[in-house]
């Protein structure tokens, strides 16, 4: 946080020029309105692939609940109201496509999900990091980012597996994250990735219209909200099923645990665990005004992409109390977890000794660390070339203060033993230097 701007930053040109030619578009007719409404998204889906079935129809809500917060909440721009159009219409072709690979290949949905590693904490406490060095060894099994954004294959995909064609995700992917670079590049440095860099399973909980993801791309309070008060189990069985017939495109063995994060696992473990009663949990822990910052930082770097009416204020607000409901119903789920089954890692030890602090991991999953070395040492090469800038941001920024987040979080910051960053961590480093 050194060298802080005193204002959020602003969004490119590239989306004001789009946001004009849209405009513009539908002034003469040439662009129709976006028909943000489940009926006719529905039927657009049906009517482009030829499908008829969407599997658990558990989704129906969630969706109706989000359409009816962006239309009253969101205020999203033309280009906004484009993206997230193109958005509904992907995620239910998939959900059709999904349904036909079952039927097509049964034997998917037999593929067993074993003792799967699952990292968890908070946005921004360095399960990114974590999840990427895992994913390095050969005997686990990840989500890449093409996957996460196009996880169900093509209807073709046999061809894929026989060699005689390429899978055109990986190239969706990267025509996606050029448009992501145009419209905000900042979202790229505060979370650097590539089409085949390992990512969390997001997008499968994405697929149910479930998640923070909709939070944090869009203001959708009534849809956060609804989703806190709901149980999340659907959306994960459906995950489960996406994950085997991820597994099953890249033909990995089922053997082979998955390795699987994303912050939303915080507020949904019961779900989790229900789902996946053997996991392995791996919590990471960082200092809250950190994480909060940053978090807010993410959220705001994207919603202003989509919408011309961000208060920065309520941006902060809303993800300090996030972070605080993602810590609370952390902390209570861990009540029914057996210890040997889990394990805290700081973000502050992995900036410090992340070899040793992997060592730990190791430990805890009972496999020997040397083989995974030379892979993980690439990664960290990779990493900081991917991650060119720095990731610039302030809780002031966001209308907060350092006393705010100590208020709401000290105790979790004392609960874990949680070492301060910044400013005050340097000092306490420098004056335990001198005794």
Known sequence: MQGIPDSPPRRTRFIDGLNMAIRAGRAVGAIAPAPLEKDALLGEAVEATGLTDFGDRWFERPMEVLLDSIRTEARLNPAGEFAATSQFRHVLRDRLRTQMWFRRHPEILA??????????????SGTTRLHRLLAS??????????????????????????????????????????????????????????????????????????GMKHE????????????????????????????RLVGWSQQSSSIRPWILKTPQHMLDLPALLEVFPDARLIFTHRDPRQVVGSAASLAWN???????????????????????????????????????????????AMDDDWRATMARVYRFLGLEMGPAMPAMERFIERSRRLKQRPHRYS?????????QVNEQLGDYVRHYDIPVEGADRQATCAAAAMN
């Not at 944090?216 to 994950?243: I, N």
């Not at 992409?305 to 607000?317: K, L, M």
Request: glycine share 6%.
């Open 216 to 243: 944090a791309q869009w203001h959708v309070p009534t849809y956060g909200r609804w989703c806190e008060g709901e149980d999340a189990t659907p959306a994960y069985r459906h995950m489960a099923d996406l994950l």
């Open 137 to 210: 060894d050969q005997r686990f099994s990840h989500m890449r980012s093409f996957e996460t954004i196009s996880p169900v294959p093509g209807p073709g995909y046999e061809e894929v597996l026989a060699g005689d064609k390429d899978d055109f995700r990986p190239v969706l992917a990267e025509r996606i994250m050029k448009v992501a670079r145009l419209a905000n590049p900042r979202t790229l440095t505060i979370h650097p990735t590539g089409p085949q860099e390992p990512e969390e399973e997001l997008g499968l909980l994405v697929a149910s219209m479930w």
């Open 111 to 124: 593929r067993p999900i074993r003792k799967p590693v699952v990292i968890a904490g908070p946005m921004r």
């Open 395 to 403: 809780l002031e920024q966001f209308g907060l203060s350092p006393q």
């Open 302 to 348: 994207q919603t202003v992409i989509y919408s011309d009416s961000v208060d920065p204020q309520r941006v902060g607000e809303e993800w300090l109390r996030k972070t605080r409901l993602q810590i609370e119903r952390m902390r209570a789920a861990r009540e029914a977890i057996p210890p040997e089954r889990m394990i805290d890692i700081h973000y502050s």
